[in-house]
């Protein structure tokens, strides 16, 4: 069912973007790699050994232009997984307006900027997933953690809208 198609995974470097880079591939999802600072030759190696096409992208998924050429290499976008995300914990009473806005950036914009490009090829498929990874802290919050649980409350509430939006066209939208 995945053989053939692409996904993008943000933050897929470590961590549990990598796990899931390389669980799509082992499904034979071509993978666009999108890391911030670097990512290992041995994570290229290890999603390309599954026999399938893997293109590492740097970059920050705060930039609204980030994802405009992913479909010129692959032809489609067929999942989004929108892993990327920051925490730079403080309390509220001391937290800065640089540590509010990286979080948030991060987190909640990244997320709508990949939204925003990738759901336009997906609707001229009529196909695509897009799965956004929140957390319990957007729920029920976290001490220090005003920024994050913010950015992830979002992260939900913008899962939900798009969810409405996309779905008449056959594009699905959930968060884990």
Do not use: W
């Amino acid at each position: 069912m995945l053989k053939g198609k692409t996904a993008i995974v943000t933050g897929a470097a470590k961590g549990i973007g990598k796990a899931i880079a390389i669980a799509f591939a082992k499904e034979g999802c071509n993978i666009v790699l999108n890391y911030h600072s670097n990512v290992s030759d041995e994570t290229i190696k290890e999603i390309e050994d599954c026999g399938v096409k893997c293109m590492p992208v740097q970059g920050d998924v705060s930039d609204f232009d980030f994802a405009k050429n992913v479909k010129k290499e692959f032809g489609t976008i067929d999942v989004l997984v929108n892993n990327a995300g920051i925490t730079n914990d403080m309390l509220l009473m001391r937290m800065s307006e640089e540590q509010f806005d990286s979080v948030i950036n991060t987190n909640l914009k990244g997320s709508f900027n990949m939204i925003r490009h990738a759901s336009s090829v997906m609707l001229k498929q009529r196909s695509g997933a897009i799965i956004n990874m929140s957390s319990v802290s957007g729920v029920a919050g976290n001490i220090g953690q005003a920024n994050y649980a913010a950015s992830k409350a979002g992260v939900i509430g913008l899962t939900k809208a798009t969810a409405k939006e996309l779905a008449q066209r056959g594009v699905t939208c959930n968060a884990i």
